[in-house]
């Protein structure tokens, strides 16, 4: 398995939108997570890569949308009305089989920093 590679992090203002982009090598299906300085690791959204059926964390249901270009082998991060509280390192983990996520493969990450 080959390591996913986040990309698309940056400064933005409140109310503002990003879009992450997470290339992958498939599987069975790729989440989101982030984590704050001193807090814990947060699901964020995850995508099944064939039937494209997704899941929310609460806190970003209706903000973001979590998608998949399977020709690209890319799950994308549309983020927007981003908040403070969403300031945070996201990563991409992949499920390659179905067991469950593989944190061991997770990406490198990418800075998201969310100003008041």
């Known amino acids: 398995q080959v390591q996913p590679v986040e990309s698309g992090g940056g400064l933005v203002q409140a109310g503002g939108s990003l879009r992450l982009s997470c290339a992958a090598s498939?599987?069975?299906?790729m989440g989101w997570f982030r984590q704050a300085p001193g807090k814990a690791r947060e699901f964020v959204a995850a995508?099944?890569?064939?039937?494209?059926?997704?899941t929310y964390a609460d806190s970003v249901k209706g903000r973001f949308t979590i998608s998949r270009d399977n020709a690209k082998n890319t799950v994308y991060l549309q983020m927007r009305s981003l908040k403070p509280e969403d300031t945070a390192v996201y990563y991409c983990?992949?499920?390659?089989w179905g067991t469950g996520w593989s944190f061991d493969y997770r990406g490198q990450g990418t800075q998201v920093t969310v100003s008041s």
């Open positions: 498939g599987g069975y299906a």
């Open positions: 983990v992949p499920d390659y």
């Open positions: 995508i099944n890569w064939s039937r494209a059926t997704t």
